[in-house]
């Protein structure tokens, strides 16, 4: 394995670990966190574009859907046929959002810490580079 790729990886696990253990008050996942955000970020989606948006499984997708919609973060509702549903935040987490959105800008500060303003724009860069 390429040391850059391994050590992509050995970050992405810290990562995850740490964006858990944020959310953990919110009673949220890191999964389910990448989907509110999507959704907060376009105003509503349908579920074929999250996962295009997320590069996740359709399968995935809707099982973090539903799971969101019964402990009432999202709403879902019919599309233009009966396959397409499309999801908007729900009244909770527009109220939650900010809280949420908060703690996690917190998070990236301290885990951001070391690297200068400029440095951290590179990696933003950097990173949607990376195919």
């Known amino acids: ?3 850059l ?3 992509l990886f050995q970050k992405y696990r810290f990562l995850k670990q740490e964006v858990n253990h944020t959310l953990k008050e919110f009673n949220l996942f890191a999964s389910q966190w990448s989907v509110l955000y999507c959704i907060q970020k376009h105003n509503e989606m349908t579920l074929t ?3 295009k948006y997320l590069n996740v499984e359709a399968p ?3 099982r973090t859907v539903n799971r969101l919609a019964e402990l009432g973060w999202i709403e879902i509702s019919s599309g233009k046929d009966r396959r397409e549903k499309i ?3 729900s009244e909770h987490a527009l109220q939650q959002f900010p809280v949420i959105n908060e703690a996690m800008k917190e998070f990236e500060e301290r ?3 070391g690297l200068s303003k400029e440095e951290e724009l590179l990696l933003f860069e950097l990173l949607q580079k990376v195919r």
Request: overall charge neutral.
């Open 1 to 3: 394995m390429n040391p």
């Open 5 to 7: 790729i391994h050590e």
């Open 49 to 51: 574009q999250i996962w």
């Open 60 to 62: 995935t997708i809707t």
């Open 87 to 89: 999801v908007k935040l």
């Open 111 to 113: 885990v951001l810490n």
